[in-house]
């Protein structure tokens, strides 16, 4: 009988071909199934001391069976025996193929939207309840698993993928989670996205997902990344995009391929600086939109923009700037070493970066480490290798961290900056406790110490 894409040898052949050890029809990475029992073993019954140990001999055997299926396409597809009873009594969906109202009658069944070693999943699955799946296997299992309504080897698969769930491998699996309708696996994968929404961004398998998947991870109020770093990841998506629909890669098309996502985007929650760096000069938004959002930065009372200003929630309330130098002098020199505060707060938030004094001799770049050490375990939870540009004035100039640092009520942690530059200006009469007061929120204390061997007065907290 002939599959789709090729002519398979006849049974017969086959079991000769297995028996002998002759080429395989299972893609490399897979390992073959038993070989079929050319001819009845007497008294196999006598050797098997459970019902499991019987039923589990008769997998993937011509001993009794009465169905074969042709699974696959081409060169991949592969005969496999069954037996109906076995099969009726795992599954809903072979009942209703051997026994329902329209049940086939044919001995051969083709299923070509199927992978052997899925379909041999399933079986090995239905005649023993030993499950084989592995990372390459897992999500066709799975796909064959739901087709057939096994829920229980389904439930296996989705428990590998749990398992195995990792931030760079996230969206790949989100995608895989909406495609085969599992909330469960979903909502995982999304768990994790927005606690590692970073290290999930900068994997490979971000820009393959979707349109609607991208749309549902913007929408969430709960990813940890600031928002300038997630409109450089969408533009990254939209270029992939283009690519996909062999489009080419103009401001245009991925205006196209974002439609609705680009008003997802948090204009907002971005600091004039991110903004005009990065999403008023790419084309995307139109001049009347980059207008808008450069008057909703600068002037009081704020324009209406028709994008959201909710904060995401691991940003949850306003930024604010906590300084507590109460002067400003010059000519603060560097000499490779650090300079570091140790400090504690009485509630949880987050810091985004610092603010750093610059040059007294005008404009000047910097090079610069920033760092938050938990002070009693010296553990880094946080650092960014990079640079800053000042003008000469004795203001502080911002310098981030690739995301926020969740900082805890009661816990000492280290503040450090390692600059490379001219002489700077430096704080003097810094305090020893600051208070941030809120409308919309309880009083957040800071309290400052030195750190023994190091002088900080160049940085603020932001």
């Known amino acids: 009988?002939?599959?789709?894409?090729?002519?398979?040898?006849?049974?017969?052949?086959?079991?000769?071909?297995?028996?002998?050890?002759?080429?395989?029809?299972?893609?490399?990475?897979?390992?073959?199934?038993?070989?079929?029992?050319?001819?009845?073993?007497?008294?196999?019954?006598?050797?098997?001391?459970?019902?499991?140990?019987?039923?589990?001999?008769?997998?993937n055997n011509e001993l009794l069976s009465d169905v074969r299926f042709v699974v696959g396409k081409g060169r991949q597809a592969q005969r496999i025996p069954a037996h109906k009873f076995v099969l009726a009594a795992g599954s809903a969906v072979f009942d209703a193929m051997f026994n329902g109202g329209m049940a086939t009658t044919s001995a051969e069944i083709e299923l070509p939207d199927v992978e052997p070693a899925a379909f041999l999943a399933l079986l090995r699955f239905l005649?023993?309840?030993?499950?084989?799946?592995?990372?390459?296997?897992?999500?066709?299992?799975?796909?064959?698993?739901?087709?057939?309504?096994?829920?229980?080897?389904?439930?296996?698969?989705?428990?590998?993928?749990t398992k195995h769930l990792r931030a760079d491998n996230a969206f790949m699996l989100l995608t895989q989670a909406r495609l085969f309708d599992e909330p469960q696996l979903a909502s995982l994968c999304l768990d994790t996205i927005d606690k590692s929404t970073m290290d999930a961004i900068n994997a490979e398998?971000?820009?393959?997902?979707?349109?609607?998947?991208?749309?549902?991870?913007?929408?969430?109020?709960?990813?940890?990344?600031?928002?300038?770093?997630?409109?450089?990841?969408?533009?990254?998506?939209?270029?992939?995009?283009c690519?996909?629909?062999?489009?080419?890669?103009s401001v245009e098309n991925k205006q196209k391929v974002l439609g609705k996502a680009i008003s997802l985007i948090r204009f907002p929650l971005m600091t004039i600086e991110e903004f005009a760096a990065g999403p008023a000069q790419s084309g995307i938004l139109s001049d009347r939109e980059v207008v808008n959002l450069f008057l909703h930065f600068t002037v009081n009372p704020k324009p209406r923009v028709e994008y959201i200003d909710r904060p995401r929630c691991c940003l949850r309330g306003k930024e604010c700037i906590i300084n507590r130098f109460q002067q400003v002098e010059s000519r603060w020199g560097y000499s490779g070493t650090s300079d570091r505060i140790r400090f504690t707060v009485n509630r949880r938030i987050s810091i985004v970066g610092f603010g750093l004094y610059g040059s007294i001799h005008g404009p000047t770049d910097y090079q610069v480490n920033i760092q938050i050490i938990e002070y009693e375990k010296n553990q880094?939870?946080?650092?960014?290798?990079?640079?800053?540009?000042?003008?000469?004035?004795?203001?502080?100039?911002?310098?981030?961290?690739?995301?926020?640092?969740?900082?805890?009520?009661?816990?000492?942690?280290?503040?450090?900056?390692?600059?490379?530059?001219?002489?700077?200006?430096?704080?003097?009469?810094?305090?020893?406790?600051?208070?941030?007061?809120?409308?919309?929120?309880?009083?957040?204390?800071?309290?400052?110490?030195?750190?023994?061997?190091?002088?900080?007065?160049?940085?603020?907290?932001?």
């Open 1 to 59: 009988m002939a599959a789709a894409g090729g002519t398979l040898p006849p049974p017969e052949e086959e079991e000769e071909e297995a028996a002998g050890g002759g080429a395989s029809n299972f893609p490399s990475g897979f390992s073959p199934p038993p070989p079929f029992h050319r001819e009845p073993m007497y008294n196999w019954q006598a050797t098997k001391s459970s019902l499991k140990e019987r039923f589990a001999f008769l997998f």
């Open 127 to 161: 005649y023993s309840d030993e499950v084989q799946i592995g990372p390459e296997t897992v999500m066709t299992t799975l796909y064959t698993a739901k087709k057939y309504a096994v829920p229980a080897l389904e439930a296996h698969c989705v428990e590998f993928l």
């Open 205 to 241: 398998g971000f820009t393959d997902i979707d349109i609607d998947t991208l749309c549902a991870v913007l929408e969430r109020d709960t990813l940890s990344i600031r928002e300038s770093r997630l409109f450089g990841a969408v533009v990254r998506w939209a270029e992939a995009e």
């Open 243 to 249: 690519q996909r629909q062999q489009l080419p890669v």
């Open 380 to 462: 880094t939870l946080g650092q960014n290798d990079t640079g800053f540009s000042c003008d000469g004035t004795p203001n502080t100039f911002r310098v981030m961290f690739k995301e926020p640092i969740e900082i805890l009520p009661s816990i000492c942690y280290t503040a450090c900056a390692t600059l490379k530059g001219p002489d700077s200006h430096y704080g003097t009469k810094g305090l020893k406790k600051v208070i941030h007061e809120s409308s919309t929120a309880s009083k957040t204390c800071f309290f400052f110490f030195s750190c023994p061997a190091y002088c900080n007065t160049t940085m603020e907290v932001l």
